[in-house]
Nanobody
Framework: QVQFVESGGGLVQAGGSLRLSCAAS????????MAWFRQAPGKEREFVAA????????YYGDSVKDRFTISKDNANNTVYLQMNTLKPEDTALYYC????????????????????WGQGTQVTVSS
């Protein structure tokens, strides 16, 4: 079974940048879709971005379009989330998610569309 470990979270001032990583182990990613979701206290888990592994096709939530970029590194079996122009409302626990299907059934996808999750990494943006 594939497992995921996120890293790269931290505290940053508004307007700053962070890059999150999600490293997969147990199997080489191929016909998969990887995504990032986030969850702030008292709120539902929100779709951030997704990438279909083999195609490289990407999708973004409306609140992060033009600020965040999802990418992948085949050699390291890792997916990244580059976050620029961060805002206090981006503060949340960020999770990477995986499903072994190379497409999205609906856009934006729901958390229940994904099979496996990392443990999360905290991102805090101060004003």
């Amino acid at each position: 079974q594939v497992q995921f470990v996120e890293s790269g979270g931290g505290l940053v001032q508004a307007g700053g940048s962070l890059r999150l990583s999600c490293a997969a182990s147990g199997r080489t990613l191929s016909r998969d879709t990887m995504a990032w979701f986030r969850q702030a206290p008292g709120k539902e888990r929100e779709f951030v971005a997704a990438i279909v592994w083999d195609w490289g096709r990407t999708y973004y939530g409306d609140s992060v379009k033009d600020r965040f970029t999802i990418s992948k590194d085949n050699a390291n079996n890792t997916v990244y989330l580059q976050m620029n122009t961060l805002k206090p409302e981006d503060t949340a626990l960020y999770y990477c998610a995986h499903k072994r299907i190379p497409f999205l059934v609906k856009i934006p996808p729901a958390p229940e569309d994904f099979d496996s999750w990392g443990q999360g990494t905290q991102v805090t943006v101060s004003s």
